[in-house]
């Protein structure tokens, strides 16, 4: 395959002070397999479109707008045309503050809002479309960092390979909550919630493909929970630090990736604006790199299906790097650009 289409979201607006939105909105980006240049194919406008999901046909893609609960934030379905532009289709209103991840499970699609600490399922119909949504799930506690876990904070959905268990990584509470599918109907599992180390604040989750194992990266802490699925509940087993033991600035874990040959775990901190990369041995561990970016708020990044290249977003300095991937895992950079603005999300 000489292209492969993808799909970036990107901060159009002012979301706090901090973060200052400069995108177009929605970018659908073509990489040359080849050479690893990016070209932009086509913009669509939209609000903080922070987190994209496709559905597995690639006929349709859907996004939450990430604003303030005053704002009154929607979550969005688009058809995928065949010059792979986006036609709108409907929205629904989100009811919770400042939605940032959006995943689809079968003909459902769940969000979760990080400002109110809720998650919310809609159900799709035959042609895709968003109709108004049946569960909104509450999550309620605190944690031991009093700046940034006074109360729930539900940062990413992840759906296990299973097919059946679905969790929800809550940064404010320190705990993965459980969920499950009961028919049409999207339940709480509170005997399956995983717990983390306190202070950890854990924000994305990804499994190795028999889901027996998954890794947690923790925002407040940079640690990274590995957690072994014994008798179908997890615990977490052990933490690796993500940042060098020479850094003594604040930890701002963002994303974690693992390789499609399931040998290699990425993980991304914008402080330090850096990807650790990992060599995988189960429930073991080891850093072989710290690859610098060299860009400000490394927020997101994703690797191909074909396993053969990382791209990697910048909020703050608008740089998009693509890296190819080599046959220890490490990242040699081959094309870096400036003209998707404020990117967070990259979906193939």
Not at 16 to 21: D, Q, R, S, T
Not at 125 to 151: A, M, V
């Amino acid at each position: 395959m000489a292209f492969l289409t993808f799909f970036a979201g990107s901060y159009t607006q002012m979301l706090i002070p901090e973060i200052v939105g400069k995108g177009s909105g929605i970018y659908t980006v073509q990489l040359n397999n080849e050479t690893g240049e990016l070209s932009i194919l086509h913009t669509l406008k939209t609000v903080n479109p922070s987190y994209l999901v496709l559905s597995k046909d690639r006929k349709f893609l859907y996004c939450n707008t990430e604003v303030d609960a005053a704002f009154n934030p929607k979550v969005q379905a688009y058809k995928i045309n065949e010059s792979f532009s986006l036609e709108f289709l409907n929205e629904q209103p989100i009811p919770g503050g400042f939605p940032c991840h959006i995943e689809k499970f079968k003909n459902h699609i769940l969000v979760a809002c990080y400002q109110t600490g809720n998650i919310i399922q809609y159900t799709l119909n035959e042609l895709g479309k968003l109709q108004p949504y049946t569960k909104n799930h509450q999550h309620f506690g605190s944690s031991i960092n009093k700046d940034r876990q006074e109360s729930p904070h539900a940062h990413q959905v992840a759906v296990h390979p299973n097919k059946s268990q679905v969790f929800v990584c809550d940064l404010g509470i320190d705990i993965i909550k459980a969920y499950h599918f009961k028919k049409e109907v999207f339940l709480a599992d509170e005997q399956n919630d995983i717990a983390i180390t306190k202070g950890g604040g854990p924000r994305h989750i990804v499994f190795n493909k028999n889901g027996k194992y998954a890794y947690a990266i923790n925002e407040l802490s940079g640690a990274i929970s590995v957690l072994k699925n014994s008798e179908n509940r997890f615990e977490e087993i052990n933490t690796y630090n993500t940042l060098p033991s020479t850094y003594k600035g604040l930890p701002s874990a963002s994303a974690i990736r693992i390789h499609p040959n399931q040998k290699f775990l990425y993980a991304a901190n914008r402080t330090l604006d850096a990807i650790t990369i990992f060599k995988i041995n189960e429930d073991k561990l080891e850093v072989t790199d710290y690859h610098y970016t060299n860009g400000k708020e490394l927020r997101e990044f994703n690797i191909t299906p074909n396993g053969k290249w990382l791209i990697a977003c910048h909020q703050n300095s608008d740089d998009t790097i693509v890296y190819q991937i080599k046959s220890d895992g490490k990242l040699t950079e081959r094309y870096r650009t400036q003209d998707l603005k404020t990117p967070v999300c990259v979906v193939f």
